[in-house]
Each structure stands twice: as structure tokens, then as C-alpha cells.
């Protein structure tokens, strides 16, 4: 698929069009990523996701500021025109998301994740629908009181896609993050898991609006059909994943090399994810029943001596090197973002009602657990609450919503969402969890560069 650019260089004395191929632009993509990486790494020193996405913003608010102070030259009209052509959501939710999640899942403690399953399992699915509601109640009330026009419909689907804690973001948080086993298992586990939920919901919600139409009138949607196709999109996903795996570490066993057993894991993680695709099932939750299977210890007998290292080594500079893609793009779709004073009021209202509605959830299921006789200790409310880190998955769902009077409201809200959690609330989350007494201080710190 060609992608072409119509730009005024009169700079270069270029005037025509200019047409990237997806190597070329994939070059673009990784050049200007790897640089960005290496300015972090020598100035700004900061994790890896944090840092890019910083870096994303301040190039798209330079490029801002440059074709203000002189439009004459384009800069802007070609930057906007490279920027509309990266099909964020199409490389977020069909090509990223299942080698970051395989990769995450690899390295999740099951044995503690099995321990804290009930938590994992309420927040991931009753504390995903609750929290959707309130967020949506209250993106809705506070449009209304900024005089901006929102229908209910479409503010549940804001709800749903903002809703989801970031399996990337999180994961990219606990790994610099060193937090207790049991409660980093659990924000594992409930991000790798609750992101098939919200899509699920995101899907149904946002076809309900869709057909609700501009005035937020009641659309048709079989609630009974509806959950039907999600227990199989989601136990289907979830089956497809676990056969794959098993398959594979089978295979694995079979042979003692581990340059193969690299290969399997990679092709396993692409295979699940592209049938589970095309048969209609949760190829998220494919993905991370697979990587728990194969970073088990089961699997890691079977594999050769030196195999585990390999595999580890190969997955980590995957998950790093995508992480480092993603969020700088998310920074780079931030060119797009209509500005103004109302704009940035709801930016920031909207952090704050997600915190709010996340702390609701978890103190109404700490509650029930509590009769159920499960104590959860108060102060755990508010580190789960901090914890609940959204990222790229969301802005992949806002710009895969259609065109319509209120998509640019709720791209300003999500991304002041995004940003509030990426800068603020991982970058933070690991002296709560020292203060709180679930985190140690790092012993070995990671080389930042």
C-alpha cells in the first residue's frame, strides 16, 4: 500500500508529491524512534516508555510552534501528513499488541498469579464494567458542564476504552518497579487479561452508539447474543492459545537448539494471534495464555540448557524495542489534537474522574471481598488505584472510533488520560509502593544507557 504525501517543500525547492512505501515508512518510523531513544538515553535519562513519550510531545508541540512562527515552509502541512498516514490502531491492535503481551505474559510469575487469581479475575472483569459506567457518568456530566455536546452513548464509549489498565504500560512499569510478588502478579495479571474485556465491551458499545446515532437515542443491541459472542470470542481465544503453546513446548522438547526454540516461540506468538484473528476470537487473550504457558517452568525444562537465556534475551529486546515505537507514536498523534482552553480543562478532569472511578471500584470489591472474608488492607486500595496505568492500547481505540462531532472531545480526553498516567503515575508508582511497604529499593538498578 503506497502512502503519499502532498507537501509544499519550498525550503528544499521541492514541490510534488512524495510517496513512502510501508519499508520505507517502517525505516522512517524505527530511524526516527532509535533517535529519540538515544536523546533520552543521553539527556533526559528516563525509562524507556516515559521518556519517548515525552520526547513524541515536545517534537509535535516544536513542530507546532515552527509552522505558527513560520507557515510559509510547510513543516507543519508535511509533519501532519506523515503523522496521518501511521494507522496507529491497525499497528497497535493487530501487530504490537500480541508480541508485547506474549512477551509480558513470559514473564509473569504464575505461581503467584494462580495465589492471587480471585483479585486478578474480579478486577479484570466486574471492576472493568463498573469502572466503565462511573468514567462514562462522569465524562458525560462534566461535557455537559463545559458546554460541550456528548451523548451518553458515545460517552460509554469513552468509558470502555479508557476503562482498561495498559498491559504495556504496566508491564513496563513493574519491570523498573520492584513491588511485592504477590500485588506485582496481581497488576499483571489484571492488565494482561482485562484488556480482552474492554475490547470486547468497547466493541459492543461502540456499535450501540454508532447505531444510537448523534442524538444518543437508544439503538438495538441483544444484550443475551451479545454475551454469547463474548464468552466465545474470549474462551475461544483463551483455548486457541493453550493447544498452540502446548504443541510448541512439545516441539521444543523434541529438539536441542536454540536458535529453533527462539523460532517457536516467535511463530507460536504470531500464529495464535492471526488465527484467533480471522476466526473471530480474543487474539489478547490467545497471546497471554500462550506466553503463560511457555514461560513456564514446565516449558523451560523442556528447553535446552541454554535456550531459556536465549529466549529471555530475544523477548526482552522485542518488548523494549516496541514499547520504545509505541509510545513515541503516541506522543506523534498528538499533533493532531485540537488545542484550547476547554480542551485542556477536560484533559485534566478526565485523569481525574478515572482515578476517582478506579478508587470506587477497587474499594466496592475490596468490600465485597471483605464479606466473602477476604481482608484487604486499606492502604492496598490506593497503590491498586495508582496502579491502574493506561497507555498506547487506549489511543488505539479512541482513533479507531468513526468520525463524529465529539471524536476530537474524546481523543483530548484519553490522551490527557494517557499522558497523566505514563508521566505522573508509573514514574511515581514505585516510592508509593516503598512508602506503603509493597516495594524494596532496587539493589541492581538498570543501566540507563
Known amino acids: ?41 543521553r539527556t533526559l535519562k528516563l525509562p ?49 499488541l500480541a508480541y508485547l503481551l506474549f512477551a509480558g505474559a513470559m514473564n509473569v510469575n504464575v505461581a503467584a498469579l494462580i495465589g492471587r487469581g480471585w483479585a486478578v479475575g474480579a478486577l479484570a472483569l466486574i471492576g472493568t464494567v463498573i469502572t466503565t459506567i462511573l468514567i462514562a457518568l462522569a465524562f458525560w456530566s462534566s461535557c455537559r458542564l463545559l458546554g ?23 508491564l513496563a512499569m513493574t519491570k523498573r518497579t520492584d513491588l511485592e510478588p504477590g500485588l506485582q502478579a496481581q497488576l499483571e495479571g489484571e492488565a494482561l487479561f482485562n484488556d480482552g474485556v474492554a475490547v470486547v465491551l468497547f466493541k459492543a458499545l461502540l456499535a450501540y452508539a454508532a447505531g444510537a446515532g448523534a442524538g444518543g437515542a437508544a439503538g438495538h443491541m441483544d444484550l443475551a447474543l451479545l454475551a454469547e459472542h463474548a464468552a466465545i470470542e474470549a474462551v475461544g481465544g483463551i483455548a486457541l492459545g493453550l493447544v498452540v503453546a502446548v504443541v510448541a513446548v512439545w516441539i521444543m522438547g523434541a529438539v536441542d537448539d536454540w536458535i529453533t526454540e527462539t523460532l517457536i516461540t516467535f511463530a507460536s506468538a504470531t500464529l495464535v494471534y492471526a488465527v484467533a484473528l480471522n476466526l473471530g476470537l480474543s487474539g489478547p487473550l490467545g497471546v497471554v495464555a500462550a506466553g503463560l504457558v511457555m514461560g513456564s517452568d514446565w516449558s523451560e525444562r523442556a528447553m535446552a540448557p541454554r535456550a531459556t537465556a536465549y529466549i529471555h534475551s530475544f523477548w526482552h529486546v522485542i518488548d523494549e524495542g516496541m514499547n520504545a515505537v509505541l509510545f513515541f507514536l503516541v506522543g506523534i498523534k498528538a499533533f493532531s489534537l485540537q488545542l484550547s482552553p476547554v480542551a485542556l480543562v477536560l484533559m485534566a478532569s478526565a485523569a481525574a474522574m478515572v482515578l476517582a472511578a478506579r478508587w470506587i ?11 466473602a472474608g477476604k481482608k484487604l488492607p486499606l492502604k492496598l486500595y490506593n497503590v491498586l488505584t495508582w496502579a ?49 511497604g509493597y516495594g524494596s529499593a532496587k539493589a541492581d538498578p538498570e543501566p540507563t544507557h
Open 148 to 170: 460541550i455536546e456528548m451523548p451518553l452513548s458515545w460517552a460509554l464509549v469513552f468509558g470502555a476504552l479508557i476503562t482498561p489498565t495498559d498491559p504495556i504500560a504496566v
Open 1 to 41: 500500500m503506497a502512502v503519499e504525501f502532498n507537501s509544499h517543500l519550498s525550503v528544499c525547492g521541492y514541490r510534488g508529491a512524495m510517496t513512502l512505501d510501508p519499508f520505507e515508512m517502517t525505516a522512517l518510523i524505527l530511524a526516527a524512534t532509535t533517535l529519540a531513544s538515544w536523546i533520552n538515553a
Open 388 to 436: 491502574g496505568v493506561r497507555g498506547g492500547l487506549s489511543i488505539a481505540l479512541v482513533l479507531s472510533i468513526p468520525d463524529f462531532p465529539g471524536r476530537q472531545t474524546i481523543f483530548a480526553a484519553a490522551l490527557g488520560v494517557v499522558v497523566f498516567s505514563i508521566v505522573v503515575q508509573s514514574m511515581t508508582m514505585e516510592a508509593l509502593a516503598l512508602r506503603t
Open 361 to 371: 471500584t477497587v474499594s466496592a470489591l475490596g468490600a465485597g471481598l471483605m464479606l
Open 48 to 96: 524507556v516508555a516515559v521518556g519517548l513519550l515525552v520526547f513524541g510531545l515536545l517534537l509535535s508541540a516544536c513542530v507546532g510552534l515552527a509552522d505558527l512562527a513560520m507557515p510559509g515552509l510547510g513543516i507543519g502541512a508535511l509533519f501532519g501528513s506523515i503523522e496521518q498516514q501511521i494507522d496507529f490502531p491497525y499497528l497497535v491492535l493487530n501487530i504490537l
